[in-house]
């Protein structure tokens, strides 16, 4: 009997200890599992959300190989803050699905939230469809694990409402990818969505097309936005790829503070935007709004310009049959106006983002060895920003470099509390990484700095329109040169509220000191075809020189030829285009009999003013041969190359590959050179030029290309160039000064 008794006073206490330990190991688990409630009030955070619906279904992707788990995140939208205090019940029906389509798992997920209050002033909003400010309840969330997924690509979500008072709800949906940035295969995932639809479109042999240095460099990414399948109008390019939700959204009371969309203008902060051809814009003010509206030609062939609105009511105007330029808007007093391109799509400033840096605070990124950087920072004047190359946590090389810009007038700091205001202008610095560099270390007491990377051989592409390529339109996407870093320690810089969000605006083009002098390269030992055409005389607005040399030409009537003198040094020359062959031809006017003009079209002199064409010489390049060409003609080197192109017939587009041998510096520099550059160059088939080619007598222009030549390069040699497509070229040198001894056909302007 009494060892009955201690075996079951044993049991007892056994059981015991085994239930404390599972309550233990239960509450710890808990514990690690648990979200900070408040990640998310350290930023106003906007972010995309999608409509959920009881009679429809929202449907996302993912890859379940590289998905670790998904996430769905959640809020109850009201017309207005309820009375009650009562918790909103709604429930979310998801549904897994395989690549088949076939339902591999469903289940139901409810939720009991709370609306958002209004103590300490943080009232959650949300601007939702038509930006109206609507009461928002606190965020909720639920969870697949990987375990759930490994059969799944598809989760589509279904609401079921249990609560009245509800307006709708709305839903993000992340994909957590993992972290490690030496995992190849999981590498491509934590790019930006942007970037990836690029490389894909561009690459036709998709990832495998990218180095490891290149995905290496990406930008690292927890948790995945992930977007809806069959929803127009999907845009992340405004969200926060770090989102720090799910459970309390703080966002704007837009009773008290300035609405982002809105751009604020002052004596110290200007505003601009691009215009585009064929786009009317419409212009919301306040009432006596004190705004001065200034056009710029970007190209500068034209002077600046004050624009009047037509005003429509107080507080609406709009600016319409503007030519493709830039409008920048400024005022002697606060205030604020919204701009948007046909009635309907607002303008969106560009954002960057930057680590604001203090002395206990420094900033710390792995970047790839032999990749290239550009630091920029923002920094009072004479304040001192170090840099340290590390190679394994040693120091190899340190930098320091002083601020020395001026406050900016376009670009302005966004706070917390959506006030503008004034900063110092960018500042930047390229270097090159040495082969052992793995590790950076910025170093400053007062200063915003921010680091973009990219491979030195890694592919740019860029497209050129006669005017201006609008981002807007898919058929201009590039692939851009730079990708800006995240820091190692971006989560400290999160949490004591260091990430600062600067919005951009584009200056309008300076006039330069001196105005550049160009001429035209000898191509007849590479290039034995050439011939002459006709090309308008353009010049910029602040060129004062009047052109009068003699291959500049004028049009000139039929009853005036014969009544001019000898008004020039040098001969009268005479172009005459006529119906029958050959279609152009030139000769002097001594010579030149009226039989001759039987059959005119048009004649053009070299004498008098104003002269609006001039001859050139043109080259012909066939497809897809190469092309290379010296860069430095007597050892003197230009500062840029310009390349024009035509073609006999009218192509949908022309493809031009660049690639410049040279070596680069390896200390810091204020510039960089990319050596290797692809370009889209989209037709005008509105501008003809005359050419005296017998087999053709017209010639399409398409836009130009400069390619500019900095200080970062030393003794630049040879430029290759490939085209798409058979064309006529001339290669063309920038210079500061004028060669003194020019032929003819050498004497060019691009």
Excluded at 155 to 180: C, D, F, W, Y
Excluded at 631 to 656: E, G, Y
Excluded at 706 to 733: A, G, K
Aim: charged residues 20%; proline residues 6%.
């Amino acid at each position: 009997m009494f060892w009955i008794k201690q075996i079951l006073r044993f049991t007892i206490v056994a059981v015991f200890l085994l239930l404390f330990v599972w309550v233990a190991v239960t509450f710890f688990v808990w514990v690690k599992s648990a979200e900070p409630s408040n990640t998310s009030t350290l930023f106003n955070i906007r972010s995309n959300v999608h409509w959920l619906k009881t009679d429809g279904i929202l449907k996302f992707s993912f890859s379940p190989s590289r998905t670790m788990s998904v996430r769905v995140l959640s809020n109850g939208i009201f017309e207005s803050q309820p009375l009650d205090d009562q918790p909103v019940n709604y429930a979310i029906e998801y549904q897994l699905l395989d690549t088949k389509g076939t339902v591999i798992y469903k289940g139901t997920y409810h939720h009991a939230a709370k609306a958002a209050s209004n103590d300490f002033q943080q009232q959650v909003k949300q601007i939702i469809e038509n930006r109206e400010a609507l009461a928002v309840a606190s965020g909720q969330s639920f969870y697949l694990n990987r375990e759930e997924l490994q059969q799944a690509t598809t989760i589509t979500l279904k609401l079921i409402p249990e609560n009245a008072q509800l307006k709708g709800v709305v839903v993000r949906v992340h994909a957590q990818t993992s972290n490690s940035i030496t995992d190849p295969a999981k590498a491509w995932l934590k790019r930006p969505t942007e970037w990836r639809e690029r490389m894909t479109n561009y690459h036709t042999i998709g990832e495998n097309a990218l180095t490891n240095e290149e995905k290496y460099n990406s930008v690292m990414l927890d948790w995945q936005k992930l977007a809806p399948q069959g929803v127009p109008n999907i845009d992340f390019r405004a969200d926060l790829l770090y989102e720090s939700l799910p459970y309390n959204v703080l966002n704007h009371d837009f009773s008290t503070q300035l609405d982002l969309d809105s751009l604020f203008i002052s004596e110290q902060l200007s505003a601009s935007f691009r215009v585009y051809e064929h786009t009317e814009y419409s212009l919301s003010h306040p009432e006596n709004a004190d705004l001065i509206f200034v056009w710029h030609d970007l190209r500068q062939l034209d002077a600046p310009k004050q624009l009047t609105p037509e005003m429509l009511s107080n507080t609406q105007s709009k600016l319409s049959n503007l030519p493709a330029g830039l409008v920048t808007i400024s005022s002697n007093s606060p205030t604020s106006i919204r701009v948007f391109g046909n009635g309907v799509d607002p303008i969106v400033p560009l954002h960057s983002y930057y680590y604001m840096l203090n002395a206990q605070t420094p900033v710390y990124y792995q970047v790839s060895p032999e990749s290239d950087i550009a630091l920029e920072w923002r920094a009072p004047i004479g304040s001192t920003i170090s840099v340290g190359l590390y190679s394994n946590n040693k120091l190899i090389k340190h930098y320091a470099f002083t601020a020395t810009a001026e406050q900016a007038l376009y670009d302005r700091l966004i706070t917390e509390t959506t006030e503008r205001q004034t900063l110092p202008t960018a500042q930047k610095r390229y270097l090159a990484i040495p082969n052992s560099v793995n590790q950076i270390k910025i170093e400053a007491e007062d200063a915003m700095v921010k680091l973009q990377a990219r491979s030195p051989t890694f592919n740019y592409l860029s497209h050129r329109c006669e005017s201006i390529c609008n981002p807007e339109n898919p058929t201009y996407q590039g692939i851009d040169a730079w990708f800006s870093q995240k820091a190692d320690n971006h989560y400290l810089f999160h949490t004591q509220k260091q990430i600062v969000s600067v919005r951009l605006f584009e200056a309008p083009p300076e006039v330069p000191e001196f105005l550049p002098q160009y001429r035209s390269k000898d191509l007849n030992q590479l290039l034995p075809v050439s011939d002459i055409a006709l090309v308008p005389i353009e010049q910029v607005y602040f060129d004062n020189s009047v052109p009068k040399m003699e291959f500049e030409y004028r049009q000139i009537a039929k009853s005036e030829l014969f009544k001019l003198g000898e008004a020039t040094n040098y001969p009268s020359s005479v172009i005459v285009k006529q119906k029958r062959k050959p279609m152009l031809f030139e000769v002097s006017l001594n010579s030149l009999q009226v039989e001759a003009l039987a059959n005119t079209q048009a004649l053009f002199i070299n004498q008098g003013l104003p002269r609006t064409v001039r001859k050139i010489r043109l080259y012909k390049v066939a497809k897809a041969t190469p092309l290379t060409v010296a860069v430095s003609d007597n050892n003197l080197q230009p500062n840029a190359l310009v390349v024009k192109v035509f073609s006999t017939d009218s192509q949908d587009k022309i493809t031009v590959a660049t690639t410049l041998d040279s070596t680069k510096v390896l200390t810091p520099s204020d510039e960089y050179t990319i050596l290797a550059k692809h370009f889209v160059l989209h037709p005008n088939t509105a501008q003809m030029r005359m050419f005296f080619n017998p087999s053709h007598t017209e010639l399409y222009e398409y836009p130009s290309i400069t390619l500019p030549l900095f200080q970062d390069l030393t003794s630049p040699n040879t430029i290759t160039l490939r085209f798409s497509h058979d064309v006529w070229i001339s290669v063309l040198e920038e210079h500061e000064q004028p060669d003194a001894t020019l032929n003819w056909w050498q004497n060019e302007t691009p």
